[in-house]
C-alpha cells in the first residue's frame, strides 16, 4: 500500500506471480494470520536472503490498514534485539519491533522466525496501528 497525492494506492507488480504461487515457491509451509479486519488487498513476495523468507501483506484501502507477516527459516540463533514483549499462548517469547511507522512484533516458532508489523494512514503518514498485545492476538491466529 502506498500514499500518493491522490489518496491510498496498491502498487503491486502486476506481472508477479499470484498470492498462491508465491506461497508455494517456499520451502517450508508458510502460516498465515487471520486480519482483524477484511483485507481488499493481499500480496506476498519472497525477500531475497540467505535462507527463505516470504512477505505477506494484508490490506484495507478503504481504512488505510496494512499488516505484513514475514516469515523466515533463518537458522540464525542471535538474541532478538528490542524490548521483551507478551508471550504468545504457546509460551514463545516476543520482542517488541515497532518504530514511528509501525508496531511490530518478533518471535520465533516451531523452526521459523516470524515478524508482525501493522500501521495505518494518518494525514498522508504511516503510524502505527496495534499495539504488542493486540499484536500478540493476531500472531497467536497464526495457522
Not at 51 to 71: C, H, K, N, P, W
Not at 73 to 79: A, F, H, L, R
Amino acid at each position: 500500500m502506498g500514499i500518493t497525492d491522490e489518496g491510498l494506492k496498491w502498487d503491486i507488480d502486476k506481472s508477479a506471480p499470484s498470492y498462491d504461487d508465491t506461497i508455494g515457491r517456499v520451502s517450508f509451509k508458510v502460516k498465515e494470520i487471520k486480519s482483524p479486519f477484511p483485507p481488499s488487498h493481499k500480496a506476498a513476495s519472497i525477500i531475497k536472503a540467505p535462507f527463505d523468507m516470504i512477505q505477506l501483506t494484508y490490506a484495507s484501502l478503504e481504512q488505510g490498514r496494512q499488516l505484513i507477516l514475514v516469515e523466515s527459516n533463518s537458522q540464525d540463533t542471535s538474541e532478538p534485539e528490542g524490548k521483551s514483549g507478551p508471550k504468545l499462548s504457546n509460551g514463545a517469547p516476543t520482542w517488541i519491533q515497532s518504530d514511528s511507522q509501525m508496531s511490530a512484533l518478533y518471535w520465533k516458532q516451531d523452526g521459523l522466525t516470524f515478524l508482525l508489523m501493522s500501521n495505518q494512514v494518518k494525514n498522508k503518514k504511516f503510524i502505527p496501528l496495534y499495539d504488542e498485545d493486540e499484536l500478540a492476538i493476531i500472531a497467536n491466529s497464526i495457522y
